[in-house]
C-alpha cells in the first residue's frame, strides 16, 4: 500500500500537472494507491480558499473526479489507532528538535498504523519516524 501525501495528489490534478508525479503515478499498481482523509481536508480547503473563478472550478472539478474514479474507496480514516502513532512520531519528532505540522503527524499516523509507504515530496517533514518514504519527484 503506497498513501499519497497532498503535494502528491496536488500534483497530479493542479492546473500545471508534474510529468513526473503523473508517469510514476501509471507505474504504479492502481488499487495499492490511496489517500487520506487529512489528504481530501487540506485539498478541500486549498479550493475553497480560492477565489471563484475558472482556475478554482477546474481544480474542484479534477479533485472529485479523482476521488470518484481513482480513489472511491481508497481513502483513509483517521482513527484512532492512527491517532495513537500520530502522537508517538510528533513527540518523536520534537524530542529531536524537528518540528512536524499536526496534519503530517496525522498523514503519518495513518501510514504508521497501515504499514504503507508513504509518497511525498517533503521526505525530510517525515524521516526518522521508521517509515518508508518514497519521492515520485525523484523515482
Known amino acids: 500500500m503506497i498513501i499519497l ?30 489517500i487520506t482523509a487529512i489528504t481530501v481536508f487540506e485539498t478541500r480547503m486549498g479550493i475553497e480558499l480560492l477565489a471563484v473563478g475558472r482556475k478554482r472550478n477546474q481544480l474542484e472539478s479534477e479533485f472529485e473526479q479523482a476521488l470518484s474514479e481513482h480513489f472511491g474507496g481508497r481513502v483513509l480514516p483517521f482513527d484512532t489507532e492512527s491517532a495513537h502513532h500520530a502522537g508517538m512520531s510528533f513527540a518523536k519528532r520534537q524530542c529531536a528538535g ?42
Open 5 to 34: 501525501d497532498t503535494n502528491v495528489l496536488s500534483a497530479s490534478i493542479s492546473a500545471v500537472k508534474s510529468s513526473t508525479v503523473i508517469a510514476w503515478l501509471n507505474s504504479q499498481v492502481a488499487d495499492q494507491i490511496w
Open 98 to 139: 524537528l518540528p512536524m505540522d499536526i496534519r503530517d503527524a496525522q498523514i503519518a499516523g495513518i501510514a504508521i498504523a497501515k504499514n504503507a509507504t508513504l509518497a511525498t515530496r517533503n521526505i525530510r517533514d517525515f524521516t526518522n519516524l521508521g517509515m518508508a518514504l518514497i519521492d515520485p519527484w525523484t523515482t
